[in-house]
């Protein structure tokens, strides 16, 4: 044998082969070394801004054209309206009478609410008128005093609170709508039917009457 075969130097370097796939072929799981390459990779590299990205979105993003003079959109005047007889003339019609309906409705509604907390309030009323004759009583024998004036009084301004009024005083003119003559009597003091006694005071709520005040007249003489 030759030196020349024996001598390894002059063979060829052998084929070398470095699998750098990410995902093993064999168990089909990502390898370790591949994820740490990518997030090194990702560490050392900074986001670019993309110089369109900052810009605003304008109206043709969003379905809109805007004419490039806006100056005159003001001066558009509307769609005129539907021929008669047409389709659109129905609707049209058919929306403004549901439109006239529902106004209606709500007017309706409104005024039926305030007539029923407008009854709630009578009725309470009259259920504390006899008290209050109580105390309007009490109160000429001069028995209304200390605490139970206190009383009295926060209870008449409660009812001042929701519109009731207590009315009927000596010297009014009588008034058939509001005063119940009790009793009369001429005199030659007065020139027009005057209220010279008041038994029991009326109570009212604006123009509703809740009980006529319970009076005494002086008729003048003919």
Do not use: C, W
């Not at 659109?88 to 509604?109: P, S």
């Amino acid at each position: 044998m030759t030196a020349e075969g024996n001598d390894k130097s002059s063979e060829e370097p052998g084929f070398t082969f470095s699998d750098k796939r990410r995902v093993d072929p064999n168990t089909g799981e990502v390898r370790p070394e591949a994820d740490a390459q990518s997030a090194s990779a990702g560490a050392g590299e900074e986001p670019t801004a993309d110089p369109n990205a900052e810009q605003a979105a304008d109206a043709s993003d969003l379905g809109v054209d805007i004419p490039a003079d806006a100056s005159g959109l003001e001066d558009i005047e509307p769609e005129a309206e539907p021929e008669p007889g047409s389709d659109a003339a129905g609707y049209l019609a058919d929306l403004k009478r549901i439109n006239a309906e529902y106004a209606a409705y709500r007017m309706r509604a409104d005024r039926e609410r305030e007539r029923a907390a407008l009854g709630g309030t009578i009725k309470a009323v009259e259920a504390l008128i006899p008290v209050l004759d109580e105390v309007k009583l009490a109160r000429e024998n001069g028995d209304v005093s200390g605490p139970f004036e206190t009383h009295v009084n926060k209870l008449v301004e409660s009812l001042n609170k929701i519109g009731v009024e207590q009315y009927g005083e000596v010297g009014d003119e009588f008034d058939p709508n509001i005063h119940e003559a009790l009793m009369q009597q001429p005199s030659d003091e007065v020139e027009n039917p005057t209220l010279f006694l008041v038994m029991q005071p009326g109570y009212r709520i604006g123009e509703r009457i809740i009980r006529a005040a319970r009076v005494g007249v002086q008729q003048p003489e003919d």
